[in-house]
């Protein structure tokens, strides 16, 4: 896709230092690195997440289109927000184990471990709350700033002019257990980048940039789809792009 960038943003927390943030160009069907940083402890959590912001703008006012590909949940499953609104009556708790919780886990997110064995840390029983919420925070200051921010699939399915935003997750972009072809395909490619990066936190970054640098150079009918036989809350609860 002409006139794009690509965004890669490890999410680390609100108030540590892991958060990164990778910067691709896409080039010729490869990707150019423009920049792979790190964040340093900030003085407050508002402070990290203005800083945040800057970044993201500064680098998408210069391009049509914006492909943000961001490591952490930007939702809550919807049975565990359903239930903080009415803690005075707890429903039975029909299950069994962790990943059939649907307080702990989104329906996607059940839906990645039955197809890969991959299974994602759980934004409400793990410790992945603030990195939801700072995420969130980043897309509000975008908002206020009136800057065009397409969350998808809440807000399109389809990419559109502005900042497109979705979830990634670089733990199924590495070969495993259950390695798929497309994703041994991506993965060589990726390694020719990966050296750029200097911690593991901005190496997860680079790989969210890469993965949306990888599927923008894609046929337009088949990038950043999701997965035909998955009965979804996509557009609620939403969806964790990758190879399955």
Same mark, same amino acid.
């Given at each position: 896709? +002409? @006139? %794009?960038?690509?965004?890669?943003?490890? &999410?680390? $927390?609100?108030?540590?230092? *892991?958060? /990164?943030?990778?910067?691709?160009?896409? +080039? @010729? %069907?490869?990707?150019?690195?423009?920049? &792979?940083? $790190?964040?340093?402890?900030? *003085?407050? /959590?508002?402070?990290?997440?203005?800083?945040?912001?800057?970044?993201?703008?500064?680098?998408?006012?210069?391009?049509?289109?914006?492909?943000?590909?961001?490591?952490?949940?930007?939702?809550?499953?919807?049975a565990f927000v359903e239930q903080m609104q009415q803690l005075n009556n707890v429903k039975p708790l029909d299950f069994n184990n962790q990943i059939?919780?649907?307080?702990?886990?989104?329906?996607?997110?059940?839906?990645?471990?039955?197809?890969?064995?991959?299974?994602?840390?759980?934004?409400?029983?793990?410790?992945?709350?603030?990195?939801?919420?700072?995420?969130?925070?980043?897309?509000?200051?975008?908002?206020?700033?009136?800057?065009?921010?397409?969350?998808?699939?809440?807000?399109?399915?389809?990419?559109?002019?502005?900042?497109?935003?979705?979830?990634?997750?670089?733990?199924?972009?590495?070969?495993?257990?259950?390695?798929?072809?497309?994703?041994?395909?991506?993965?060589k490619w990726a390694n020719l980048f990966l050296e750029k990066a200097k911690s593991d936190h901005q190496k997860d970054a680079l790989l969210c940039?890469?993965?949306?640098?990888?599927?923008?150079?894609?046929?337009?009918?088949?990038?950043?789809?999701?997965?035909?036989?998955?009965?979804?809350?996509?557009?609620?609860?939403?969806?964790?792009?990758?190879?399955?």
């Amino acid at each position: 896709m +002409k @006139n %794009s960038i690509c965004i890669g943003w490890d &999410v680390g $927390g609100m108030h540590g230092a *892991n958060n /990164a943030l990778a910067v691709t160009l896409t +080039k @010729n %069907s490869g990707a150019e690195i423009v920049e &792979v940083k $790190g964040y340093r402890k900030p *003085n407050s /959590a508002e402070h990290l997440a203005q800083e945040i912001a800057a970044d993201i703008i500064r680098y998408s006012m210069q391009f049509e289109y914006t492909l943000l590909s961001i490591d952490a949940p930007l939702r809550f499953p919807n049975a565990f927000v359903e239930q903080m609104q009415q803690l005075n009556n707890v429903k039975p708790l029909d299950f069994n184990n962790q990943i059939n919780n649907p307080l702990a886990y989104r329906e996607s997110e059940t839906f990645l471990f039955e197809k890969t064995k991959k299974r994602p840390l759980s934004s409400t029983f793990d410790q992945l709350t603030s990195l939801t919420l700072l995420v969130l925070r980043v897309f509000q200051i975008l908002k206020d700033e009136s800057i065009g921010l397409n969350q998808m699939p809440f807000d399109n399915f389809d990419l559109v002019k502005g900042i497109n935003a979705f979830e990634c997750y670089p733990g199924n972009l590495k070969p495993g257990k259950t390695e798929r072809l497309e994703q041994l395909k991506f993965w060589k490619w990726a390694n020719l980048f990966l050296e750029k990066a200097k911690s593991d936190h901005q190496k997860d970054a680079l790989l969210c940039a890469l993965f949306a640098a990888y599927e923008t150079n894609k046929n337009a009918a088949t990038r950043f789809k999701i997965e035909a036989d998955f009965i979804s809350k996509a557009s609620t609860e939403g969806w964790i792009y990758g190879f399955y």
